[in-house]
């Protein structure tokens, strides 16, 4: 059974940090662009951040580029989001994905994880 669970969300102040996990089983992801996705209260799912299994590709939303730094240890089948200078605007649950290509639509992913909250207080 494919399973990706994410933790390290939590409540931070403005301006500080946290770090997201994305641990993978069931199968490999090596070669799988993993994606970080987030969904506020409201508002659509939208893209975060995603990096394709070579590490070669990289890309992120425009609001959090300089911020937020997505990274992968495929020896560990694990993708990380580390989350600075945190915002309110911020405040989301963020999932992980992968998918078989290198993309930014969530429709394109294969597996989800469950989600974990991240809340910003001002």
């Known amino acids: 059974q494919v399973q990706l669970v994410e933790s390290g969300g939590g409540l931070v102040q403005a301006g500080g940090s946290l770090r997201l996990s994305c641990a993978a089983s069931?199968?490999?992801?090596?070669?799988?662009?993993m994606g970080w996705f987030r969904q506020a209260p409201g508002k659509e799912r939208e893209f975060v951040a995603v990096?394709?299994?070579?590490?070669?590709?990289?890309q992120y939303i425009d609001s959090v580029k300089g911020r937020f730094t997505i990274s992968r240890d495929n020896a560990k089948n694990t993708v990380y989001l580390q989350m600075n200078n945190l915002k309110p605007e911020d405040t989301a649950v963020y999932y992980c994905?992968?998918?078989?290509?290198?993309?930014?639509?969530?429709?394109?992913?294969?597996?989800w994880g469950q989600g974990t909250r991240v809340t910003v207080s001002s």
């Open positions: 990096k394709y299994w070579n590490g070669g590709n990289i």
């Open positions: 994905a992968a998918a078989r290509y290198y993309t930014i639509l969530p429709g394109a992913y294969d597996y």
């Open positions: 069931g199968r490999t992801f090596s070669n799988y662009a």
